[in-house]
């Protein structure tokens, strides 16, 4: 029955061929491995499914019930810099290796309600970089656009759900990794917030800033997804209880007041999409403020122009002393400027205090809010990249990295999800503890976006 398989995997499909035997968690399988075959010279895995230890996940499934189990049988992905039992765990750096003798806690979570991991997938190394092309075991090529970037660092759990050769996937994000490439391959990207999701067996990028992310076709199945892995963790010292609230809309929509920024070739395209994506905000009913967006700015330079890339250096400074010549070229330099010396203890503080100015702004602004943005402005060739790596990076998160550094929650949803020619998506922001607003537009959007396809 591997044919009855559908092409594009999503949650309520496979739950509705389980329950109708349209197909087995067996056939889903051998499906997801034909496909991995068929896009072998797109390097989207690290460590690719392999049947003879995924069965070993198939054999241990209880009997069928989605309400014990609602994860049952459905196949996922894993960044590999994410822990999976008895699995390698590179962060896309081959001498970093190491084999955990247990899972992630949120993996964990996820295998105990059902869900078969798959594998390993690529990323920019050591999750730093929003490309998708930093990683030794090759660039992973967008799913629609092959000479496209996939973006990153979460390139190959992004491109793997969209080509259907898994349900959803496990990314990380720091400073975007977890949404830009949702927008590049017509995804949804949900980063909770900090804490909300355990990030206990993550390879740290800036540890006190990463969330645990996941991507997948449609809310509905992010909903799923956050219901199973959002849990105190009570070895985790950032994990925190941020229980959901009942969905609602917010009482405004925050806009830049300014048309934001796009560039690389298609910038005037993505511009076009951005009003259309207002035009579709309009339809939520909630009230519209534009207002100045310049402190969200001044707030993201400091992951990188400030103090904060010290965090990087703290975890893997002595792993790349030891080991410089196993560094991607740009990913040691970003490293490397966290170890230099002007980054010292009085600064470390000084762009604590400026950060806590920054977010005591956010909360006022976005008390009963959500504030909207491009996910990205723009999109490039995976050889401009090459020809200019930090700039093009640089570009790629103009919308992103203030967000875990003013504690924000995020939804990255896609403008037009049939769009496959340089796809554009919009991010919703809210307060950590205000989700229920960015879950509540997301979904006027989309049901908006169907609507005027006549879905």
């Known amino acids: 029955m591997k044919n009855n398989v559908p092409e594009i995997l999503t949650i309520p499909a496979l739950k509705a061929g389980y329950e109708h035997k349209a197909f087995t968690p067996e056939d889903v399988l051998s499906a997801i491995l034909s496909r991995v075959e068929a896009h072998k010279d797109n390097p989207i895995w690290i460590t690719p499914p392999e049947e003879k230890w995924i069965t070993i996940y198939l054999r241990k499934l209880p009997p069928m019930d989605f309400s014990k189990y609602p994860l049952w049988g459905i196949p996922f992905a894993i960044k590999d810099n994410i822990d999976l039992e008895g699995i390698p765990t590179t962060a896309a750096c081959p001498s970093y290796s190491y084999t955990p003798g247990k899972s992630a806690f949120v ?206 250096w703290a975890d893997l400074g002595e792993f790349v002393t030891a080991h410089e010549e196993d560094i991607f070229p740009v990913t040691k330099n970003i490293l490397k400027s966290g170890g230099r010396e002007e980054l010292s203890a009085a600064r470390l503080f000084k762009d604590f205090h400026q950060l806590s100015i920054y977010r005591k702004q956010a909360n006022q602004l976005l008390e009963n809010a959500v504030l909207v943005l491009p996910t990205a402005g723009g999109s490039f060739t995976r050889d401009e990249v090459r020809e200019n790596p930090v700039e093009t990076n640089s570009q790629m998160g103009l919308y992103t990295n203030h967000c875990n550094l003013l504690d924000l929650a995020a939804i990255a949803i896609p403008e037009n999800s049939e769009d496959h020619d340089h796809p554009f998506g919009i991010t919703c922001f809210s307060l950590h503890d205000q989700e229920q607003f960015i879950r509540a537009l997301a979904g006027e959007f989309l049901k908006a976006n169907g609507a005027e396809k006549g879905e």
């Open 107 to 312: 993996v964990d979570r996820l295998i105990k309600a059902g869900a078969i991991p798959l594998g390993k997938t690529n990323l920019d190394q050591f999750a730093t970089g929003l490309v998708g092309t930093r990683s030794p075991y090759g660039e992973v090529q967008n799913a629609w656009q092959p000479e496209c970037i996939s973006g990153g660092s979460s390139s190959g759990s992004a491109v793997s759900v969209a080509l259907g050769q898994a349900a959803f996937s496990l990314g990380t994000d720091t400073a975007g990794s977890g949404r830009v490439p949702a927008m590049l391959n017509t995804l949804i990207g949900y980063k909770p917030p900090i804490g909300a999701w355990s990030s206990a067996g993550v390879v740290p990028a800036c540890q006190s800033l990463d969330c645990v992310t996941v991507f997948a076709h449609s809310l509905e199945e992010v909903e799923i997804v956050d219901q199973v892995a959002r849990a105190v963790d009570p070895v985790c010292v950032w994990s925190r209880d941020l229980p959901l609230k009942v969905k609602r809309l917010p009482a405004k929509i925050l806009l830049p007041k300014d048309m934001p920024t796009f560039y690389g070739p298609w910038a005037e395209n993505y511009q076009i999409k951005w009003m259309h994506a207002l035009r579709l905000l309009e339809q939520s009913g909630s009230k519209i403020e534009c207002i100045d967006t310049s402190f969200f700015s001044k707030a993201a330079s400091l992951l990188y122009d400030g103090a904060y890339v010290a965090e990087r």
